[in-house]
């Protein structure tokens, strides 16, 4: 499984920007989660968001409402619209996916690269 990412680059406080990664390799049936997480300078990384193949998604308290996270089955691809940015989401956002590989057996994760996000104030 390959998971390219794109966009990111640099925003200003209450600015947008769009992630989105592809993801290739694998049937988007055996994609279970798609998520992107960060990484802030110092900081360990984090979950920012994820969605499941049955639309289910899951948001950072600290992103609530402003960012939102949406799957297009058809194409292999999660993306992530960032609205209202803050300096403090500046970060290395990383993409990833958990993939089905058996019954049974536990998801197994799969990591993009990173893509990095700033934010100036």
């Known amino acids: 499984v390959q998971l390219q990412a794109f966009g990111g680059g640099l925003a200003q406080a209450g600015g947008s920007l769009r992630l989105s990664c592809a993801a290739s390799g694998t049937s988007i049936s055996s994609i279970i989660i798609m998520g992107w997480y960060r990484q802030p300078p110092g900081k360990q990384r984090e979950l920012v968001a994820s969605i499941t193949s049955g639309g289910s998604t899951n948001y950072a308290d600290s992103v609530k409402g402003r960012f939102t996270i949406f799957r297009d089955n058809a194409k292999n691809t999660v993306s992530l619209q960032m609205n209202s940015l803050k300096p403090e989401d500046t970060a290395v956002y990383y993409c990833?996916?958990?993939?089905?590989?058996?019954?049974?057996?536990?998801?197994?994760?799969?990591w993009g690269q990173g893509t990095q996000v700033t934010v100036s104030s």
């Open positions: 990833k996916v958990d993939r089905k590989v058996a019954e049974k057996y536990p998801l197994v994760p799969y």
